[in-house]
């Protein structure tokens, strides 16, 4: 399957290190012509994220969740490139605008 990450700004070494002290990261993937955004935390800020939105608002959600070790340019591209494998982007709608998370 082909498709492309469209990583939110041009990174560098810096940058990446401040994505990766955050825990998250917003990024669209394309393909056939559409875009959806994938939401990538690490475990502990998606814990800290689920806490505050349930306490909040009752309630989580997620539209495209992808959970990786620690958010890295090398974990999100070896996950989206293994879950695109699997189909995982086979079986959501792609197209329209991306819609953006609020963590």
Request: hydrophobic share 40%; charged share 25%.
């Amino acid at each position: 399957m082909d498709f492309r990450i469209e990583w939110p700004a041009p990174m560098d070494e810096y940058d990446w290190a401040i994505q990766e002290d955050k825990g998250w990261l917003d990024v669209l993937v394309a393909r056939n012509g559409g875009r959806r955004v994938v939401e990538v935390y690490d475990p502990v800020r998606l814990a800290q994220s689920v806490t505050s939105e349930v306490g909040r608002l009752g309630r989580f959600t997620a539209g495209s969740l992808l959970v990786v070790p620690s958010v890295t340019r090398e974990n999100i591209e070896s996950a989206i490139s293994a879950i695109a494998d699997e189909g995982f982007f086979d079986q959501m709608r792609c197209g329209g605008t991306p819609e953006a998370s609020s963590h």
